[in-house]
């Protein structure tokens, strides 16, 4: 090996020796100003009331009812798609009502998990999904007055949801 390839390698080792030392020490910096930040802040899980009373009521969400369809429209399924679809629809229209005439919010979460709530206990009519699915109604309640939504909203929520399904189970059967 030439001189100068001997003294270029050594260089190469020494400089990537250098690196990694001074790798090392600021990890070691960045580590225990990382430790320090957590004893100040004491981090602890947030399992708070609030928060999953707000998981709970995410079954409600828009995107929940569209999974649900979805699911629905897997196979040869379309009444229930059409089902969850116009109850969607009609609760879409009490609200536009609700909100510009009544001048009432109805708690729309609760009134879109009711829908789910009743196309999928028929969509699967089955004994032990229906009481699974009437627990998670039962804690969805519980989280809307723990939020403390006004009684107005969660009953007119509730109300609009049970017709909507209503109207829409029953044209649907009718026609």
Request: hydrophobic share 50%; charged share 15%.
């Amino acid at each position: 090996m030439k001189k100068e390839n001997k003294i270029s390698f050594w260089l190469c080792k020494e400089l990537w020796i250098k690196t990694q030392g001074i790798l090392n020490s600021l990890q070691a910096e960045k580590s225990e100003f990382f430790i320090s930040e957590l004893k100040q802040k004491e981090l602890k899980p947030n399992f708070s009331g609030s928060e999953i009373s707000r998981d709970l009521l995410a079954i409600g969400s828009i995107p929940m009812f569209i999974i649900v369809a979805s699911r629905a429209a897997i196979g040869d399924h379309t009444p229930y798609v059409k089902e969850i679809l116009l109850a969607g629809l009609f609760l879409f229209i009490f609200f536009i009502f609700s909100i510009s005439i009544l001048k009432i919010k109805p708690q729309n979460h609760l009134a879109r998990t009711i829908i789910i709530y009743i196309f999928t206990i028929l969509f699967y009519n089955n004994k032990n999904f229906t009481f699974f699915a009437s627990f998670l109604l039962f804690l969805v309640f519980i989280s809307v007055f723990y939020l403390k939504y006004s009684k107005k909203s969660i009953f007119t929520g509730a109300i609009y949801g049970l017709i909507s399904s209503a109207l829409s189970f029953y044209i649907l059967k009718i026609f």
